[in-house]
């Protein structure tokens, strides 16, 4: 039986990167090993390093005044990492637009002040609070946002800017790289890997220099340490080079499907299709508001939660798969990444349609 996997994270990678890797698992190139199994300051590995970073700046249009490093402990280690490094006793201004804007936030407080700017949790994160309504910080030590809500199902359509002199700072875990963006408009962008990127267990770090530049070196431990990732080219110890090659293979295949723009036209597509399926519909509906609907995890519910469990072990049984909504939340949720193929979505509103015949 065909499967779609519509996980939230570790998420379906491209099939095409999936084939690859399995082609090369035992020998890459004519090493006669598995690329797990070579040197990270070897000859095969560094070029694949490189070729990932490559690969980001490129997708990314970063100038020179940016790094990209890979740092260990996902999306999360980087919660505590940003205040540890940026925050020197100052204030950070917070929007708290989901779970885990406000995971970040809680980390942050551990390290000094947070001014939570805004926040949608009282409405159950169900729209991104307006920009205009934002109570920030004057020159407060970093604005973060999240730009997409992984658990809620939102996303800034617009991504926002944070007053003059105060770097931006965003989780991109559950976007990156399905959209186009001005990236200089970010100081620093960070996403654990297992949505669009890759295998589960590191960050991408997007990162100005100058900013770097803000860290207490007697304070943070080496490792803590962004400058230490950009002075040692993300190799101040053993990276994690297996998912870095993964890393490699699926910006490659991001470029091959013609940058981010190729990759957002379909993501729009498979977005519309399933939104206005649940529009259309009188049985399953969407729980966020419509202006900021995610086009990477579309949330929704059937009439009631039983009947949720029930389409939920349906589905699975038709080859559709982690369609449970967030465990804090319930409902349903599809994430659809760049990796979904329309043919996934168009299966699963095809099954949609037959379950709601027979139950409502
Ligand atoms: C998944 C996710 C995280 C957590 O990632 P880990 O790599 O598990 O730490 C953080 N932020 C967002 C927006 C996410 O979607």
């Known amino acids: 039986m065909k499967v779609y996997n519509f996980a939230a994270g570790p998420a379906t990678l491209p099939a095409e990167v999936m084939k690859k890797a399995q082609d090369e698992f035992t020998c890459y190139q004519d090493s006669g090993s598995g690329i797990m199994e070579l040197s990270h300051r070897g000859k095969y590995f560094k070029p694949v390093l490189e070729k990932a970073e490559a690969n980001i700046k490129q997708l990314l249009n970063l100038s020179d005044e940016y790094s990209v490093i890979i740092v260990q402990g996902g999306a999360s280690m980087q919660f505590a990492m940003i205040p540890m490094n940026l925050l020197n006793g100052g204030t950070a201004d917070y929007v708290d637009t989901g779970v885990w804007s406000n995971k970040a936030a809680k980390e942050a407080a551990m390290f000094g002040n947070v001014n939570i700017v805004a926040s949608s949790r009282e409405t159950k994160y169900d729209h991104i609070p307006a920009a205009s309504e934002w109570k920030s910080t004057p020159g407060a030590a970093y604005m973060h946002i999240t730009s997409n809500n992984t658990v809620a199902g939102t996303q800034y359509q617009n991504l926002p800017t944070a007053p003059a002199g105060v770097p931006l700072i965003a989780d991109m875990s559950s976007d990156i790289m399905s959209r186009c963006f001005d990236a200089s408009k970010f100081d620093m962008i960070y996403a654990g890997a297992q949505k669009n990127l890759g295998p589960s267990g590191m960050a991408v770090v997007i990162i100005k220099k100058a900013l770097a530049e803000r860290t207490d070196n007697s304070k943070v431990p080496t490792m803590l340490r962004y400058s230490t990732y950009i002075e040692n080219e993300s190799m101040f110890n053993t990276p994690p080079t297996f998912g870095i090659y993964i890393l490699s293979l699926v910006t490659d295949w991001i470029i091959a499907k013609g940058g981010i723009a190729g990759v957002e ?61 967030h465990r804090l939340v319930g409902g349903c949720r599809a994430s659809i990444y760049n990796a979904m193929p329309v043919e996934g979505v168009q299966a699963l509103i095809d099954f949609m349609k037959k379950f709601e015949l027979e139950n409502r």
């Open 265 to 325: 036209k379909v993501n729009n597509a498979k977005a519309a299709m399933l939104y206005d399926f649940l529009d259309s519909s009188s049985f399953f509906r969407s729980t966020v508001a419509k202006a900021d609907r995610s086009r990477m995890n579309v949330v929704f519910r059937t009439p009631n939660d039983e009947t949720d469990a029930k389409f939920v072990a349906e589905a699975k049984a038709a080859g559709l798969m982690e369609l449970k909504g």
